[in-house]
């Protein structure tokens, strides 16, 4: 895959890697959240394992730029709707599939935005506000109308998603200036 100007190209191995990190991210998140992995009533272990997606995103974001990052969510969530279909619920699958879509795409859109904000707004504010747009819409169309206690669920996978990606940002900041910096930046 190619990108323009200021970002790197991405070689077909760095695209197959991202590609199935993103796969594995949202298999494990999709199976993790299901009823029988709930931590109490208002948390799943999903809550810790899907912001990594979004760590992901905005490295790829970061030095290949946003077009890569898009063809890398596109064809990772192909691979993860097809494997999450197998092993988790379908409902939970194509709620996830929805969710990620969105979320993962405004991720992208606002974290290019605020690219040149200082180096932890970017995937801050885009991971926060795409964690709330994913976690709300995951669970009203994964549980809405079932016995699950869904909107306790959403509300405490939300807070401990923006925890962890708060968490994240320190990896981000070492994996930016090691993986996520295109080559031929001065900053």
Request: proline share 4%; hydrophobic share 60%.
């Amino acid at each position: 895959m190619k990108s323009k100007g200021y970002f790197d190209q991405i070689s077909s191995a760095q695209a197959l890697l991202a590609i199935v990190l993103m796969g594995l991210i949202v298999v494990a998140s999709n199976v993790l959240v299901q009823p029988q992995f709930h931590i109490n009533e208002w948390l799943t272990w999903g809550a810790l394992t899907y912001p990594v997606s979004f760590l992901v995103t905005d490295l790829l974001n970061r030095r290949f730029g946003p077009q890569v990052a898009r063809k890398i969510v596109l064809v990772g969530f192909v691979a993860a709707i097809i494997v999450s279909y197998l092993l988790a619920d379908a409902r939970i699958a194509i709620a996830s599939g929805s969710a990620f879509l969105v979320a993962q795409l405004g991720d992208i859109f606002i974290f290019d935005k605020m690219r040149s904000l200082s180096w932890w707004k970017a995937p801050f504010i885009a991971g926060a506000l795409a964690s709330v747009i994913d976690t709300f819409l995951f669970f009203a169309l994964a549980f809405a109308g079932t016995p699950v206690p869904w909107v306790s669920l959403a509300l405490g996978d939300m807070v401990v998603k923006l925890l962890v990606s708060t968490c994240l940002l320190l990896p981000f900041r070492m994996l930016m200036w090691n993986i996520g910096k295109p080559k031929n930046c001065t900053i």
